[in-house]
């Protein structure tokens, strides 16, 4: 299996543009969760899902925020308009059960200048 | 409410042991422990659920115990492969994973 997927690896974009975040997890995983990592945060839990639809969503910093499932192999999240705090390493990760290891992508290293 | 992790670093020499603790607020079904290299992804070393067992992981083993909510990481005899951070991460109800501030290992020759 090629694992969870994300893209792009690195982006780069001026403050008030949209950036979306894809992923592919991995086939057959029933849940995918995103979270952002910072130095001065740490590692956050933003939101995720089972069987394509949000559990909890709670992490969610702002309503700029949105994240979407559309079917069990594929999610994305969308920042609208992105601030330069929004600049962070965003995970995504998935499982295959309730309690079960989390296996990562490779994440997404956003600047937003 | 994140996992707290004590302590924030450590430094080591190949061969020594050191033990690096995690502690929630809340009630635990279970406790979580991740490596994550520099540049790389967090990657799973162990799951350790309510009964206060004990995993090991190549000589890297920890406890858990649910009435203190308490877990405990112990590097054993470390290698230089061992240097990274480490989360821990509680989970209460639900699938929710939270991690702790991790701590950062750096085993020297």
């Known amino acids: 299996d090629a694992g969870v997927i994300q893209s792009p690896r690195h982006e780069v974009t001026e403050m008030g543009q949209e950036v979306t975040l894809r992923c592919k997890p991995i086939?057959?995983?029933?849940?995918l969760f995103w979270y952002r990592q910072t130095m001065m945060r740490g590692l956050e839990l933003l939101i995720y899902?089972?069987?394509?639809?949000?559990?909890?969503d709670s992490g969610m910093p702002e309503d700029r925020f949105s994240a979407k499932m559309p079917n069990a192999s594929f999610s994305t999240l969308k920042i609208q308009p992105s601030e330069p705090r929004d600049s962070a390493v965003y995970f995504c990760?998935?499982?295959?059960?309730?309690?079960?290891?989390?296996?990562f992508g490779s994440g997404t290293q956003l600047s937003v200048l | 409410q994140q996992p707290v992790q004590s302590p924030q670093a450590v430094i080591l020499r190949e061969g020594e042991d050191a033990v690096i603790n995690c502690s929630s607020s809340k009630a635990l079904y279970s406790v979580h422990w991740y490596r994550q290299k520099h540049g790389e992804a967090p990657v799973f070393l162990m799951i350790?659920?309510?009964?206060?067992e004990q995993k090991g992981h190549e000589k890297i083993s920890a406890s858990f115990n649910e009435k203190k909510q308490q877990s405990s990481l112990y590097l054993t005899a470390s290698q230089l492969s061992y240097s990274g951070t480490y989360f821990c991460g509680d989970k209460a109800a639900g699938n929710k994973l939270t991690f702790g501030g991790g701590t950062r290992v750096l085993v020297k020759p």
């Open positions: 350790l659920l309510k009964g206060g």
């Open positions: 899902f089972n069987n394509n639809v949000p559990i909890d």
């Open positions: 990760a998935s499982s295959s059960q309730q309690g079960q290891k989390l296996f």
């Open positions: 086939s057959g995983h029933d849940y």
